[in-house]
Structures are given as structure tokens and as C-alpha cells.
């Protein structure tokens, strides 16, 4: 048990397990990592875009383009929200807050 401690230590302080392994393990697998990394961009690329004609083939209806606008969509919500009678309410604080 003595000779294992002892080879240990040795291996321990040798320069190149201290400093060089490690380093060669991050090289090594960031480039592993950077790889994957770099694999969702060429993925993302193969994605494909559907059509118009192909989705009114589906069922699929769209809107025509400028149609929908931030301004429209803002008219929708102010029609549905009544402002005037806005009322606003405190929530009660936790026992132990006070003002």
C-alpha cells in the first residue's frame, strides 16, 4: 500500500500529468464540442420552407402579406380591452411587511 501512495505522488508531480494532460484532454475534446456545435448550423440549413401552394394543399389558408400589421393588430386589442373602467388593486403583503 506504501509503494502505491508513494507512485502516486510521483505520478502526481510529474509536470506533464499536472499540466500537460489536462490540457491536451481540453484541446481534444473542445474540438469534439466545438464540432457539435458547429453541426447545427449545416442542420439548420436542411431545413426546408414550405410554400404557399403546398400548404393550401394541406387546408391551410394564409393571410395575404401586408395584411396583418402592428397597427391592426393593436386596433383588435383595444377593441377587446376597455381602459376607462381599468381599476387597480393592491395586493396584500406577506405578514411581517409593512409599508
Known amino acids: 500500500m506504501d509503494n502505491l501512495s508513494k507512485s502516486l505522488d510521483n505520478v502526481l508531480k510529474n509536470k506533464f500529468f499536472r499540466f500537460g494532460l489536462p490540457f491536451m484532454l481540453l484541446v481534444v475534446g473542445g474540438s ?20 404557399p401552394e403546398e400548404l ?14 402592428i397597427e391592426t393588430e393593436y386596433k ?11 381599476e387597480n388593486k393592491r395586493i ?3 405578514p411581517g411587511y409593512e409599508d
Request: proline share 6%; no cysteine.
Open 76 to 86: 383588435k386589442l383595444m377593441e377587446q380591452v376597455n381602459l376607462e373602467d381599468y
Open 32 to 51: 469534439f464540442g466545438l464540432r457539435e456545435f458547429s453541426q447545427i448550423r449545416y442542420d439548420h440549413r436542411k431545413v426546408k420552407f414550405i410554400s
Open 56 to 69: 393550401r394543399k394541406q387546408g391551410i389558408e394564409m393571410k395575404p402579406r401586408g395584411s396583418v400589421t
Open 92 to 94: 396584500p403583503r406577506p
